[in-house]
């Protein structure tokens, strides 16, 4: 059974840093693009950053230059550095990946979220 295992979340002060981790376990072939998303409450989920399985990033401009995306393609890990935080940051985090069980069967999953929280 595959699952997107999250961890890292928390209650942070305005400026400080929390990293996030997500884990991809059970069969698969590989991973093509992963990211993280967030929902605050009354709001709509939202895209924060993605990576594509060659490295390639993107952003939402909200975390640009605050936020980093990384992967560990051996390990079936995507991380997100988030740093210069901010109470507006506040959300439940979300991974999210394109799974490849064959070569032509792919199918997108969701981790089950871990909060974070950005207050003084």
């Known amino acids: 059974q595959v699952q997107l295992v999250e961890s890292g979340g928390g209650l942070v002060q305005p400026g400080g840093s929390l990293r996030l981790s997500c884990v991809v376990s059970g069969s698969i072939f590989s991973i093509d693009d992963m990211g993280w998303y967030r929902q605050a409450p009354g709001k709509q989920r939202e895209l924060v950053a993605i990576?594509?399985?060659?490295?390639?990033?993107n952003y939402a401009d909200s975390v640009k230059g605050r936020f980093t995306i990384s992967r560990d393609n051996a390990k079936n890990i995507v991380y997100l550095q988030m740093n210069s935080l901010k109470p507006e940051d506040t959300a439940v985090y979300y991974c999210n990946a394109d799974l490849r069980f064959t070569r032509w069967n792919t199918r997108n999953y969701w981790g089950q979220g871990t909060q974070v929280t950005v207050s003084s």
């Open positions: 990576i594509s399985s060659g490295g390639s990033t």
